[in-house]
């Protein structure tokens, strides 16, 4: 076993030495980069272009269609401000406390993340309007589903992203110009605001575009949640086609009122974006105008306390329970005859587990050749090997599909291909649209990696006499082992969450979070206790792959 | 006034002792280092004093003001990091007057300071600069600057020249020095290098695996080292083991491995006890003929290394011990490898110690 493996290595070695070779590795994965991921997301918008005409002529659609946007945009800005308001105070529970409870706390933080987003819509739903969650305190449905039940299920999704994203940042920040900070005379919160969260700034930006992009995408679960009159972008795109697919609406309208709505919620989201990146860097923290004493009353013990207090309490109250809920009915449903309905996959669950095993299939599928490509492309990127140039370029264009918002994304792959390329079948789709979607998120992570192993030790390896394939096999994979598993969990977690761009993309195909989203949205397909059931399993088996993956990489070492 | 106390302080970490009951006093407007090797618990000490991190045991005064439990921006102090921590996102300018601002002066007031501090490091120029335009010299003196623009009395100085080049760092040497005493402040100054501890400090204490092992002006700690570390540690020594033959009046004869005797200053030997002695490689005599004389002893040449103004040569005593001596390079004749020669130094020259419980090489270990 070892030696074919060892040979193979040798051969490849051998073959890295030949620039050929290695530049044909690169030159691939660019091209990968660009025929699958960087122009199919806009090419099938432009080249329906001209149905749009069909669009304009009706107001009604038209209107809905900027309501819908409008819709999303406001959740998501507002969304993203309250996540980053909130999550940064437990971020930095977790960076700098020393109870030893911060550790559980660490880890529950990732909760609503392994929670497939289908799921925590579901049960954000039970929690917060049906009869059984928090509203049985109430008498009455306390947030029915609309507007505020998105805002606060996108409130929850978004929520581990920023503190992920902010705990990272505080551990990397040396603490040292916080320490100079208050040696000169500052008091903690002074300290916090004129020195570290300006230093921080491309983080907390960072953040705010991820949470912002995530709550722009969102799909499946906001379906769930948005109740019958409520609209945002991607429940517009997804009740337009589903009126085509009931005969409503014809082709060239559905066709243009998807185009208008995704070209928008585009042009919105870059024009978002670039001011963000733009601004953001110009934006400054008030430096000058400093009020001593009120921030040293803030700064100590009971401010604090109540600080932190709150900052939990946000975080159970509104992100854990509210994820976790759905375990209630899921565990009740152990006891009745759904559990063998279920198991010998009788009536509604036969569908159900084809759609789980489609999704994991899928999920493996695309991490396995987000690996393959992206690697190359994210060592591409780190090392500038194409001139500063040309990588700073490549830089920005990963992020293009993170830019479009999953649905816009998904409806401009199945022009784009469907039209083109009808003989492809429709998993190939569905790859190619998970791909584009979770690409981005892989390259970042891989390339902040890469960049982080010194070219020193590449440089020293190579005068030791390593081949460059030998470089990578020996220096490079060893040392961002641990980032190419978080990456790959990023990418697989993302993929069974996906539903927006999904149900854009296919027709007969079904992955879990649609069936989900289905059963909740029939009336009468599925009990209560089936679908809780079917969340239950679909986050049981996730959170065991998770863990499975967890487990193969611990002990070989975090460097 | 800022005199500085620290009382029987204990700090560990986990199951290191970084600090072990320490206790020294600091006057005012004195220029104070503490000295050790790396891991001595110096800069841990020092971090203490600022309020960066708190004792586990014992108390600490500044100006005569128990501060145990005021947290560091309350201390009245300015510290100075090995790595100078100027905030990256703002110019020398505002690095230098972001004291005054946090503690709410005007902005009048603030940028007096601002200008005087900046004239004071002859920087002034520079005002607009970020950090990542500055030399590592100008990088310190903004530092330095930032610090005593927020008015402390105290200034607490970590490595502040260990990221220096060495020419730089013998300059600001003495520009450090003669700031802190135009000012009149009281500073505290954390280093492993002995020489600038020596040029600059009024007094230093040796410090070693978190204790304190000697405090003393530069000449006493040279002059009368009271621990075989610190005879090891400031300047250089020779170590010959032995055993105190016997004790007369003043004097005590030693005898060394292969019953070589020579006789050393006597302060409260006993006979039979077995000792250690330090003698300087520069207080050594040398004769070229290996004949016997009073308190002599003969050997080899072996290794000679020259190295500038010294010259050095190691020499291979009859027992087998080895032993240095420096001689100006200048002066003299040199001498060759193989050359037979006698050693020779003054009793009262020769420092004896009792020989360390843990073993010699233990006890001076820096490491």
């Known amino acids: 076993m070892l030696l074919p493996k060892l040979r193979l290595a040798e051969a490849l070695d051998g073959l890295s030495l030949k620039s050929s070779v290695k530049n044909s590795v690169y030159l691939i994965a660019i091209i990968i980069f660009i025929a699958l991921i960087l122009l199919p997301p806009v090419l099938g918008i432009i080249i329906k272009w001209s149905t749009m005409q069909n669009v304009l002529n009706?107001?009604?659609?038209?209107?809905?269609?900027?309501?819908?946007?409008q819709n999303s945009f406001i959740i998501a800005i507002l969304v993203s401000l309250l996540d980053i308001a909130t999550g940064m105070p437990l971020a930095w529970l977790i960076a700098r406390g020393k109870s030893k409870w911060l550790n559980v706390l660490d880890t529950l933080a990732d909760v609503p993340f392994i929670v497939p987003t289908a799921a925590l819509g579901y049960s954000l739903l039970l929690f917060w309007s049906e009869p059984d969650g928090i509203s049985s305190f109430f008498g009455a449905s306390l947030i029915s589903p609309g507007w505020l039940l998105v805002a606060l299920l996108h409130?929850?999704?978004?929520?581990?992203?920023?503190?992920?994203?902010?705990?990272?940042?505080?551990?990397?920040?040396?603490?040292?110009?916080?320490?100079?900070?208050?040696?000169?005379?500052a008091p903690p919160l002074t300290a916090a605001r004129?020195?570290?969260?300006?230093?921080?700034?491309?983080?907390?930006?960072?953040?705010?575009?991820?949470?912002?992009?995530?709550?722009?995408?969102?799909?499946?679960?906001?379906?769930?949640?948005?109740?019958?009159?409520?609209?945002?972008?991607?429940?517009?795109i997804q009740k337009i086609k589903d009126a085509y697919g009931a005969g409503v609406l014809s082709k060239v309208t559905y066709e243009g009122a998807t185009v208008f709505a995704s070209l928008i919620l585009i042009i919105i989201s870059f024009v978002i974006f670039a001011i963000v990146r733009i601004a953001g860097q110009k934006l400054k923290v008030p430096q000058n105008r400093v009020w001593p004493s009120m921030e040293r009353r803030l700064s100590y013990s009971k401010a604090e306390k109540s600080r932190n207090g709150v900052t939990l309490l946000i975080f159970f109250l509104i992100v854990i329970v509210p994820s976790l809920f759905v375990a209630l009915p899921a565990f009740e449903a152990l006891f009745t005859k759904t559990l063998s309905d279920a198991f010998s996959s009788t009536g509604i669950w036969s569908d159900y587990w084809q759609s789980l095993?489609?999704?994991?299939?899928?999920?493996?599928?695309?991490?396995?050749?987000?690996?393959?490509?992206?690697?190359?492309?994210?060592?591409?990127?780190?090392r500038k090997k194409l001139g500063s140039f040309l990588s700073t370029a490549l830089d920005l264009l990963v992020n293009v599909p993170l830019i479009v918002p999953s649905i816009a994304l998904g409806a401009s792959l199945a022009f784009f291909w469907k039209e083109n390329f009808s003989f492809i079948p429709e998993m190939w789709l569905l790859i190619f649209a998970h791909l584009a979607i979770t690409y981005p998120y892989f390259v970042r992570s891989m390339s902040a990696a890469v960049e982080r192993i010194g070219v020193d030790l590449e440089e020293a390896s190579r005068s030791l006499g390593a081949k460059p394939f030998t470089v990578f096999r020996t220096i490079i994979l060893p040392l961002t082992k641990y980032s190419i598993l978080s990456g790959a969990i990023l990418v697989f977690t993302r993929s069974v969450s996906e539903t927006g761009a999904t149900l854009a993309v296919v027709s007969t195909m079904k992955t879990a979070p649609v069936v989900i989203v289905n059963w909740v949205k029939t009336k009468g397909l599925a009990s209560s206790f089936d679908i809780g059931l079917g969340c239950g399993l679909l986050i049981l088996f996730s959170f065991i792959i998770l863990l499975a993956l967890r487990f193969i990489a611990k002990g070989k070492g975090r460097y | 006034m800022p005199n500085v106390r620290v009382v029987n302080v204990t700090k560990r970490f986990g199951k290191i002792t970084a600090v072990d009951n320490v206790s020294l006093h600091i006057h005012d407007q004195e220029y104070f280092s503490l000295l050790g090797p790396s891991g001595c618990g110096k800069t841990t000490l020092l971090r203490l004093i600022a309020g960066l991190?708190?004792?586990?045991?014992?108390?600490?005064?500044?100006?005569?003001?128990?501060?145990?439990?005021?947290?560091?921006?309350?201390?009245?102090?300015?510290?100075?990091?090995?790595?100078?921590?100027?905030?990256?996102?703002?110019?020398?300018w505002n690095n230098v007057t972001y004291g005054p601002k946090v503690k709410g002066f005007d902005m009048g007031k603030a940028?007096?300071?601002?200008?005087?501090?900046?004239?004071?490091?002859?920087?002034?120029?520079?005002?607009?600069?970020?950090?990542?335009?500055?030399?590592?010299?100008?990088?310190?003196?903004?530092?330095?600057?930032?610090?005593?623009?927020?008015?402390?009395?105290?200034?607490?100085?970590?490595?502040?020249?260990?990221?220096?080049?060495?020419?730089?760092?013998?300059?600001?040497?003495?520009?450090?020095?003669?700031?802190?005493?135009?000012?009149g402040l009281t500073a505290i100054h954390v280093t492993h290098d002995q020489s600038e501890a020596m040029a600059i400090s009024d007094r230093i204490a040796v410090m070693r695996k978190g204790k304190v092992q000697q405090v003393g002006t530069p000449r006493e700690l040279y002059m009368n080292p009271q621990t075989v570390f610190v005879a090891h540690f400031i300047g250089e020594s020779n170590f010959l083991e032995g055993y105190v033959q016997n004790v007369t009046?003043?004097?005590?004869?030693?005898?060394?491995?292969?019953?070589?005797?020579?006789?050393?200053?006597?302060?409260?030997?006993?006979?039979?006890?077995?000792?250690?002695?330090a003698i300087r490689p520069e207080t050594l005599t040398i004769e070229k003929e290996a004949k016997k004389s009073r308190n002599s002893l003969l050997g080899t040449v072996g290794r000679i290394t020259f190295e500038g103004t010294n010259i050095r040569y190691e020499?291979?005593?009859?027992?087998?011990?080895?032993?240095?001596i420096i001689k100006p390079s200048l002066v003299g004749e040199w001498l060759n490898i193989d050359d037979k020669v006698a050693v020779s130094f003054p009793p009262e020259k020769a420092h004896v110690f009792k020989y360390p419980d843990i073993g010699l090489r233990e006890e001076i270990a820096v490491e």
């Open chain 2, 249 to 277: 009046n003043g004097e005590a004869t030693i005898e060394l491995r292969g019953e070589l005797k020579v006789k050393a200053a006597n302060k409260g030997l006993k006979e039979r006890e077995k000792v250690v002695l």
């Open chain 2, 53 to 92: 991190i708190k004792p586990d045991k014992g108390e600490i005064y500044i100006g005569d003001k128990l501060v145990n439990d005021v947290p560091p921006e309350d201390r009245d102090i300015g510290f100075v990091f090995q790595t100078f921590a100027l905030f990256p996102h703002m110019n020398a």
């Open chain 2, 315 to 324: 020499i291979k005593l009859e027992n087998q011990d080895l032993i240095a």
């Open chain 2, 111 to 183: 940028s007096t300071i601002g200008h005087e501090v900046l004239e004071m490091v002859k920087l002034h120029e520079r005002l607009d600069a970020f950090p990542s335009e500055l030399s590592g010299g100008m990088m310190q003196r903004i530092a330095v600057a930032r610090a005593l623009a927020a008015g402390a009395k105290t200034l607490l100085l970590d490595e502040p020249l260990g990221q220096l080049d060495a020419k730089v760092r013998n300059e600001l040497r003495y520009e450090m020095r003669r700031m802190v005493k135009d000012l």
């Open chain 1, 155 to 185: 409130f929850t999704f978004s929520y581990p992203v920023i503190v992920r994203v902010m705990v990272g940042a505080l551990l990397d920040y040396k603490m040292e110009y916080e320490r100079a900070s208050r040696t000169l005379g």
């Open chain 1, 194 to 236: 004129t020195v570290t969260f300006p230093m921080l700034k491309p983080s907390i930006i960072a953040a705010f575009i991820l949470a912002f992009a995530r709550s722009i995408s969102e799909t499946g679960a906001t379906m769930i949640v948005a109740g019958l009159a409520f609209e945002n972008g991607p429940v517009y």
């Open chain 1, 357 to 382: 095993l489609t999704s994991y299939l899928l999920g493996a599928v695309v991490t396995v050749l987000n690996i393959l490509i992206g690697l190359p492309m994210a060592i591409l990127i780190a």
């Open chain 1, 58 to 69: 009706e107001p009604d659609l038209t209107a809905r269609a900027l309501t819908a946007i």
